[in-house]
């Protein structure tokens, strides 16, 4: 069993930047691969980013060079660090890992 709870969204300008965390429960954390996904109002969930257990990060192209996913194992977490926003990124962020999904981070890019 994996609980995944994520934090950090709320309203911020184009341009500015927030971290977002997901902190994860359950055994051998630091072999999962975790993800981040986003759901803009009306659209599908896409992905937006990974990272192995192993360390080595993949982004969606739309975010490469603005976000960073990393993960601290000793604290079962994962952030996604977002800078340089868009409005087109306003969407719910989840977590996933191995078929676990979290509730949902609302970030809202808007002047």
């Known amino acids: 069993q994996v609980q995944l709870v994520e934090s950090g969204g709320g309203l911020v300008q184009p341009g500015g930047s927030l971290r977002l965390s997901c902190a994860a429960s359950?055994?051998?954390?630091?072999?999962?691969?975790m993800d981040w996904y986003r759901q803009a109002p009306g659209k599908q969930r896409e992905w937006v980013a990974s990272?192995?257990?192993?360390?080595?990060?993949y982004y969606v192209d739309s975010v490469k060079g603005r976000f960073t996913i990393s993960r601290d194992n000793a604290k079962n977490t994962v952030y996604l660090q977002m800078n340089s926003l868009k409005p087109e990124d306003t969407a719910v962020y989840y977590c996933?890992?191995?078929?676990?999904w979290g509730k949902g981070t609302l970030v809202t890019v808007s002047s």
């Open positions: 990272v192995t257990g192993g360390g080595i990060m």
């Open positions: 359950g055994s051998i954390f630091s072999i999962r691969g």
């Open positions: 996933y890992s191995s078929a676990y």
